[in-house]
């Protein structure tokens, strides 16, 4: 599936790396421990959490991170939305906590 | 040509507690990697391997240096650190074991799998530590 679907159904607010959601979603995974992202996350997945901290941005990066969304309505740093605009990793918020994002993406077909 | 000639080799330099530039060296050693087309299921498991060795001296020390080598059989990167050293190895070897403070944690570092991933990842993994010095890693991944 593709992010910006994805975006568009989550109704998820877009804060960085807006010109990089046409980008295939192969997976998910939510964790807020970031070697448990490193160890686990597959490329191209979208990676649910509620870590905000500019660090986000390199593991993101080096796992191939599709998007990250960020939930309980909480808003990452300047630093944070500066670093996933260098490295093209698109910030999606949503007020939603975990459970009801990995809920509605697993309906809509996006497993671990 | 000798397997054990290098092709290429680059020093990072890692500063303790410096979270812009946190992640950059293992970036780098990624990005390079991809590029001259190693495999994917190398690339990540040396990209695991480094962001954790580079994030330890983020975390844990007052600096460090990567070297990062390539040969023809394989990946090298030695992590050496100025630091508090690690009293205990084993037990930081062991899963779920961490030192870490509140604030460490809180940023999702710290859940004691740091040097777990390195050595799952590894295929060759040596840890030297002497403590109010520093630790020493040296980590192979092989190409094949």
Same mark, same amino acid.
Do not use: C
């Given at each position: 599936?593709?992010?910006?679907?994805?975006?568009?159904?989550?109704?998820?607010?877009?804060?960085?790396?807006?010109?990089?959601?046409?980008?295939?979603?192969?997976?998910?995974?939510?964790?807020?421990?970031?070697?448990?992202?490193?160890?686990?996350?597959?490329?191209?997945?979208?990676?649910?959490?509620?870590?905000?901290?500019?660090?986000?941005?390199?593991?993101?990066?080096?796992?191939?991170?599709?998007?990250?969304?960020?939930?309980?309505?909480?808003?990452?740093?300047?630093?944070?939305?500066?670093?996933?605009?260098?490295?093209?990793?698109?910030?999606?918020?949503?007020?939603?906590?975990?459970?009801?994002?990995?809920?509605?993406?697993?309906?809509?077909?996006?497993?671990? | 040509?000798?397997?054990?000639?290098?092709?290429?080799?680059?020093?990072?330099?890692?500063?303790?507690?410096?979270?812009?530039?946190?992640?950059?060296?293992?970036?780098?050693?990624?990005?390079?990697?991809?590029?001259?087309?190693?495999?994917?299921?190398?690339? $990540?498991?040396?990209?695991? &391997?480094?962001? @954790?060795?580079?994030? #330890?001296?983020?975390?844990? =020390?007052?600096? /460090?240096?990567? *070297?990062?080598?390539?040969?023809?059989?394989?990946?090298?990167?030695?992590?050496?650190?100025?630091?508090?050293?690690?009293?205990?190895?084993?037990?930081?070897? $062991?899963?779920?074991?961490? &030192?870490?403070? @509140?604030?460490?944690? #809180?940023?999702?570092?710290? =859940?004691?799998? /740091?040097?777990? *991933?390195?050595?799952?990842?590894?295929?060759?993994?040596?840890?030297?530590?002497?403590?109010?010095?520093?630790?020493?890693?040296?980590?192979?991944?092989?190409? $094949?």
């Amino acid at each position: 599936m593709n992010l910006k679907q994805i975006i568009e159904k989550l109704n998820l607010k877009v804060i960085a790396a807006e010109d990089s959601v046409d980008v295939e979603v192969k997976g998910g995974y939510v964790s807020d421990l970031l070697s448990d992202v490193m160890a686990n996350a597959r490329n191209k997945s979208i990676w649910i959490t509620l870590q905000m901290h500019q660090n986000i941005i390199a593991v993101a990066s080096l796992k191939e991170i599709a998007g990250i969304i960020i939930v309980n309505g909480r808003k990452p740093d300047e630093e944070t939305i500066k670093k996933a605009e260098e490295q093209k990793i698109p910030l999606l918020l949503s007020d939603l906590p975990a459970f009801e994002i990995a809920g509605m993406l697993y309906s809509m077909g996006i497993s671990g | 040509m000798n397997n054990n000639s290098v092709l290429f080799e680059e020093d990072f330099k890692i500063k303790g507690w410096d979270f812009t530039n946190a992640g950059e060296a293992s970036l780098k050693i990624k990005n390079y990697l991809k590029e001259v087309g190693i495999a994917e299921n190398i690339l $990540k498991r040396v990209a695991i &391997t480094s962001y @954790e060795a580079e994030m #330890n001296i983020v975390l844990y =020390a007052k600096e /460090g240096t990567i *070297n990062f080598k390539v040969t023809p059989k394989k990946v090298l990167l030695e992590v050496k650190d100025r630091g508090p050293g690690i009293e205990d190895v084993e037990l930081a070897m $062991k899963e779920g074991y961490s &030192t870490a403070t @509140e604030e460490i944690r #809180n940023m999702g570092f710290g =859940a004691g799998m /740091g040097l777990p *991933n390195i050595k799952k990842n590894a295929d060759m993994f040596v840890i030297k530590s002497e403590p109010g010095k520093g630790t020493k890693l040296n980590i192979e991944v092989y190409l $094949k």
